[in-house]
């Protein structure tokens, strides 16, 4: 429900956080000799940051090394130093975890194979081209291991309560519910003919299904075609969807209890499948998947820990600026909720985070990035926080980063939402795309140059009297162009129009339908070849009504969270200045100065020469 990004590591610390990549922002001090290094620029907690560390890692940062200007530079800035001073306080943190000798050459060794590094010399040239030595790319390794452990340790300790699994379950009941499954047997074979006729058998009146899969069974004959049986056994066991191809699955539970499938072909194979017992989707005990609850909460246990972990560490770090700093910044507070504070950095680790904004940046429309994502993403930061500090008014035991705990609340506030069958049959009636197949085919094309019409319509003709797909193409100049399964709308124009908006079907051959030869939008020519043709096929309403019941009913929660939320929000003390801080940050232009005027007619002046000064005109 609430749109936050949830992946605290990637925000914070991006490539660092959770694995080492080479040429990515290399934040740690090499431990060359420090004369080398430059002058000292800040200290966090005592530990010097050089300035030749803090320019090699401004360079990798994604933002910064586009060199931008004006107010996205001062952006980047705040971004990139808040980002140093975390990982800088991690590292001092974790400085004292123990680093086996293996653990670190199995690192070595990744790389080594990442970048193709076999020789010696080859390893000695990469190191030469990122500007580290052999000793140097170890300590920063060593200290990459370190903050795994730490992360794994703080994730590891993070148990959820009894209590806490039992809210979890009761919000998340839906993922944990039973998949509707089959108790089945099935009999396979490889040729349609042998299929019919054992379709006839099993279909008369007393035949043994079991029986009659055991003695023509491809699969599963030793136990009488059973699924799911256990091993020795030939008693079927519930199975979803999975144990099927996906032909089988369509067809299988659709059935019900006694019933038996036609030959349905999958794979080059048909199979034929009688439904003992079929069993529906539904809910579950909290006691029967407990074990799965146990491993999902701890998994957010463990962000929030990791989460309040970084904070403190943030919080703690007694930053000091060199003097003669180049690089200083401050982190201005830019919104407010109640007591608790939203810093400018918070805000730009989820903008600079989105994907889009740097390829915007590159393109040079960072402002304009700057000026779209920075307000929408404040507004859900303060919509977080309102939720957050709500949310420990419910006295409910919500657990996890901040954005868990927000979801969980309104997920909470949200569980008495229900809808009646009325109005799942309405929004069925109303969104049936939602609820459509597309038609299918398995798509190849043959293309050729402009210059060869006759060519591409000789292996048309070709192709219609079969041969090997390859072989016809290559004695014409032609070349194979393998689409694949696709539906409407994945294909160039052309090809789409021809396979999905021409009515009635190409002229078939031993290839499949052969399509006449068309002319592309480049004036080349193109053949196609369709097989496994499929219409677009609407699923009915009690095939699909309990999805329908699923998005109707997340609708409504969303527009009942959204509700509560409003109203939390009017009753929160919120303050945003975000406006007011960028105004601030935004360099002042510096008034242009205005050129004398020239006099072409002054005395001695050549109008003839630009580079000839001119004085000002006489007064008149």
């Not at 309102?386 to 008014?393: F, G």
């Given at each position: 429900?609430?749109?936050?990004?949830?992946k605290?590591?990637?925000?914070?610390?991006?490539?660092?956080?959770?694995?080492?990549?080479?040429?990515?922002?290399?934040?740690?001090?090499?431990?060359?000799?420090?004369?080398t290094?430059?002058?000292?620029?800040?200290?966090?907690?005592?530990?010097?940051?050089?300035?030749?560390?803090l320019?090699?890692?401004?360079?990798?940062?994604?933002?910064?090394?586009?060199?931008?200007?004006?107010?996205?530079?001062k952006?980047?800035?705040?971004?990139?130093?808040?980002?140093?001073?975390?990982?800088?306080?991690?590292a001092?943190d974790?400085?004292?975890i123990?680093?086996?000798?293996?653990?670190?050459?199995?690192?070595?060794?990744?790389?080594?194979?990442?970048?193709?590094?076999?020789?010696?010399?080859?390893?000695?040239?990469?190191?030469?081209?990122?500007?580290y030595?052999?000793?140097?790319?170890?300590?920063?390794?060593?200290?990459?291991?370190?903050?795994?452990?730490?992360?794994?340790?703080?994730?590891?300790?993070?148990?959820?309560?009894?209590?806490?699994?039992?809210?979890?379950?009761?919000?998340?009941?839906?993922?944990?519910?039973n998949?509707?499954?089959?108790q089945?047997?099935?009999?396979?074979?490889?040729?349609?003919?042998?299929?019919?006729?054992?379709?006839?058998?099993?279909?008369a009146p007393?035949?043994?299904?079991?029986?009659?899969?055991?003695?023509?069974?491809?699969?599963?004959?030793?136990?009488?075609?059973?699924?799911?049986a256990?091993?020795?056994?030939?008693?079927?066991?519930?199975?979803t969807r999975?144990?099927?191809?996906?032909?089988?699955?369509?067809?299988?539970?659709?059935?019900?209890?006694?019933?038996?499938?036609?030959?349905?072909?999958?794979?080059?194979?048909?199979?034929?499948?009688?439904?003992?017992?079929?069993?529906?989707?539904?809910?579950?005990?909290?006691?029967?998947?407990?074990d799965?609850?146990?491993?999902?909460?701890?998994?957010?246990?463990?962000?929030?820990?990791?989460?309040?972990?970084?904070?403190?560490?943030?919080?703690?770090?007694?930053?000091?600026?060199?003097?003669?700093?180049?690089f200083?910044?401050?982190?201005?507070?830019?919104?407010?909720?109640?007591?608790?504070?939203?810093?400018?950095?918070?805000?730009?680790?989820?903008?600079?985070?989105?994907?889009q904004?740097?390829?915007l940046?590159?393109?040079?429309?960072?402002?304009?990035?700057?000026?779209?994502?920075?307000?929408?993403?404040?507004?859900?930061?303060?919509?977080?926080?309102?939720?957050?500090?709500?949310?420990?008014?419910?006295?409910?035991?919500?657990?996890?980063?901040?954005?868990?705990?927000?979801?969980?609340?309104?997920?909470?506030?949200?569980?008495?939402?229900?809808?009646?069958?009325?109005?799942?049959?309405k929004?069925?009636?109303?969104?049936?795309?939602?609820?459509?197949?597309?038609?299918?085919?398995?798509?190849?094309?043959?293309n050729?140059?402009?210059?060869?019409?006759?060519?591409?319509e000789?292996?048309?003709a070709?192709?219609?009297?079969?041969?090997?797909?390859?072989?016809?193409?290559?004695?014409?100049?032609?070349?194979?162009?393998?689409?694949?399964?696709?539906?409407p709308?994945?294909?160039?124009?052309?090809?789409?129009?021809?396979?999905?908006?021409?009515?009635?079907?190409?002229?078939?051959?031993?290839?499949g339908?052969?399509?006449?030869?068309?002319?592309?939008?480049?004036q080349s020519?193109?053949?196609?070849?369709?097989?496994?043709?499929?219409a677009?096929?609407?699923?009915?309403f009690?095939?699909?009504?309990?999805?329908?019941?699923?998005?109707?009913?997340?609708?409504?929660?969303?527009?009942?969270a959204?509700?509560?939320?409003?109203e939390?929000?009017?009753?929160?003390k919120?303050?945003?200045?975000?406006?007011?801080?960028?105004?601030?940050?935004?360099?002042?232009?510096?008034?242009?100065?205005?050129?004398?005027?020239?006099?072409?007619?002054?005395?001695?002046?050549?109008?003839?020469?630009?580079?000839?000064?001119?004085?000002p005109?006489?007064?008149?």
């Amino acid at each position: 429900m609430f749109g936050i990004n949830k992946k605290v590591i990637a925000v914070i610390f991006g490539v660092l956080a959770l694995a080492f990549v080479v040429g990515s922002v290399l934040l740690f001090t090499p431990q060359g000799q420090r004369s080398t290094q430059g002058k000292v620029e800040l200290t966090v907690n005592g530990r010097p940051v050089y300035e030749l560390e803090l320019a090699r890692a401004q360079q990798n940062d994604p933002i910064l090394s586009t060199n931008p200007q004006g107010l996205l530079k001062k952006l980047a800035e705040i971004n990139f130093g808040d980002r140093l001073i975390v990982i800088t306080a991690l590292a001092q943190d974790t400085a004292r975890i123990r680093v086996s000798s293996g653990e670190l050459k199995k690192e070595i060794d990744n790389i080594k194979q990442s970048f193709g590094l076999q020789k010696k010399e080859d390893y000695d040239r990469f190191l030469t081209r990122v500007g580290y030595t052999d000793s140097q790319l170890r300590n920063e390794l060593r200290d990459q291991i370190r903050i795994n452990k730490r992360v794994e340790e703080i994730q590891k300790k993070a148990e959820p309560t009894e209590e806490e699994m039992r809210l979890y379950f009761e919000l998340n009941r839906e993922q944990y519910k039973n998949e509707e499954r089959v108790q089945a047997r099935q009999i396979v074979v490889d040729d349609k003919a042998t299929a019919e006729k054992i379709y006839a058998e099993v279909s008369a009146p007393g035949a043994d299904f079991a029986a009659i899969a055991k003695a023509n069974s491809k699969l599963n004959a030793e136990q009488g075609g059973a699924l799911g049986a256990a091993a020795g056994k030939s008693e079927p066991g519930p199975v979803t969807r999975v144990v099927f191809p996906n032909a089988v699955a369509d067809v299988v539970f659709k059935l019900r209890d006694g019933q038996i499938s036609k030959p349905i072909e999958a794979g080059g194979r048909f199979y034929i499948v009688k439904v003992e017992k079929y069993l529906p989707a539904g809910d579950v005990k909290f006691e029967e998947v407990k074990d799965r609850v146990k491993e999902d909460a701890k998994r957010i246990k463990g962000n929030g820990a990791l989460e309040a972990y970084l904070e403190e560490l943030r919080a703690k770090a007694n930053v000091k600026f060199a003097q003669d700093a180049t690089f200083k910044f401050e982190n201005p507070v830019v919104a407010k909720v109640g007591d608790a504070e939203i810093k400018l950095s918070e805000v730009t680790q989820v903008v600079f985070a989105n994907p889009q904004v740097p390829q915007l940046v590159q393109q040079g429309l960072g402002e304009l990035a700057v000026q779209f994502f920075m307000p929408q993403t404040l507004e859900q930061l303060i919509n977080r926080e309102v939720i957050y500090q709500a949310a420990k008014q419910l006295g409910q035991p919500f657990f996890g980063s901040k954005t868990d705990i927000a979801n969980q609340a309104q997920q909470w506030k949200t569980r008495d939402v229900t809808v009646t069958d009325a109005e799942v049959r309405k929004y069925y009636d109303s969104n049936l795309a939602n609820f459509t197949i597309p038609a299918s085919a398995r798509v190849q094309a043959v293309n050729f140059a402009k210059e060869d019409r006759a060519k591409a319509e000789a292996f048309r003709a070709a192709a219609l009297k079969g041969g090997k797909l390859e072989d016809l193409a290559k004695a014409n100049s032609g070349t194979v162009q393998d689409y694949g399964v696709v539906n409407p709308g994945t294909m160039p124009p052309v090809p789409n129009r021809l396979v999905f908006l021409t009515r009635g079907t190409f002229p078939k051959g031993p290839l499949g339908e052969v399509s006449e030869v068309v002319k592309l939008e480049d004036q080349s020519f193109q053949v196609l070849l369709v097989n496994e043709r499929k219409a677009e096929v609407l699923r009915p309403f009690e095939e699909v009504k309990e999805q329908a019941r699923q998005q109707v009913l997340a609708a409504r929660r969303a527009e009942a969270a959204q509700k509560w939320v409003e109203e939390a929000r009017k009753a929160a003390k919120v303050e945003n200045n975000l406006q007011k801080v960028l105004t601030a940050l935004t360099p002042k232009e510096e008034p242009k100065q205005e050129e004398p005027k020239t006099n072409q007619n002054q005395p001695g002046s050549d109008q003839n020469n630009p580079s000839t000064p001119a004085t000002p005109p006489a007064n008149r």
